[in-house]
């Protein structure tokens, strides 16, 4: 299985809801990341978790709450996003940190209305 | 890390070979040049990586220069599935940040 899995691939929301982003792996990883992604852009960092803690954050707004609960899932939680914020979400895995062979998901498509 | 420099478009006929320069000219020593490529409403995939030999797997072929100051990615037939933003990076070994840079959107005519 070389699969990162991200749920749902789309998602439209208000600016005062609060929703969930999950991604998961089962290729042992131990490494995880969320990119953002604008259209016509390349993928913009937000987050690295290493070993189930996080390691980087991109000064990303604390409106992004980045989770990691167990070594297969990463979540991101998400609470009163601004219209802007319509991206492309990329969820990616690695061996390690150390090991930029990154396998990345198909992405959620969110829109904030 | 590295800056690289990318043509923003190329294009390339069906069957021949696309190859895809990149600059890096402030390359230091440990520091490695890898490929992703992103198909249109996918999610970025891993090519090739190299330090200063040439590489080759069963996608691409990546040539570094003697001076490791810049690299052209070959993909030997191209198809029209290779149509993609291709992304060049440099990155330290050890370093924990995958920076994509703007990219080459490559486009396959049949």
């Known amino acids: 299985d070389t699969e990162v899995t991200q749920t749902p691939k789309h998602l439209v929301m208000g600016m005062t809801n609060k929703k969930s982003l999950k991604c998961e792996q089962h290729m042992g990883h131990r490494a995880m990341y969320w990119y953002k992604q604008k259209a016509k852009k390349p993928p913009e960092l937000m987050f690295v978790y290493s070993y189930e803690k996080l390691s980087i954050n991109e000064s990303v707004p604390s409106r992004f709450s980045p989770e990691c609960p167990n070594s297969s899932l990463l979540n991101l939680h998400l609470h009163a996003l601004q219209p802007e914020d319509s991206a492309l979400y990329l969820c990616?895995?690695?061996?390690?940190?150390?090991?930029?062979?990154?396998?990345f998901g198909q992405g959620t498509r969110l829109t904030v209305v | 890390d590295a800056k690289t420099t990318q043509p923003p478009s190329m294009d390339c006929a069906e069957g021949r070979a696309a190859n895809l320069p990149c600059n890096h000219s402030?390359?230091?020593?440990?520091?490695?040049v890898y490929w992703y490529r992103q198909i249109h409403s996918q999610g970025p995939q891993y090519i090739i990586h190299g330090l200063k030999n040439n590489e080759t797997n069963e996608m691409a072929s990546l040539i570094i220069t003697e001076d490791r100051k810049s690299s052209t990615l070959i993909l030997p037939h191209a198809t029209l599935r290779d149509t993609a933003v291709y992304y060049c990076?440099?990155?330290?070994?050890?370093?924990?940040?995958?920076?994509f840079g703007q990219g080459t959107r490559l486009t396959i005519n049949p």
């Open positions: 402030t390359i230091s020593g440990n520091e490695y």
């Open positions: 990076i440099v990155k330290k070994k050890g370093a924990q940040k995958l920076v």
């Open positions: 990616a895995s690695s061996l390690e940190t150390v090991n930029t062979e990154a396998f």
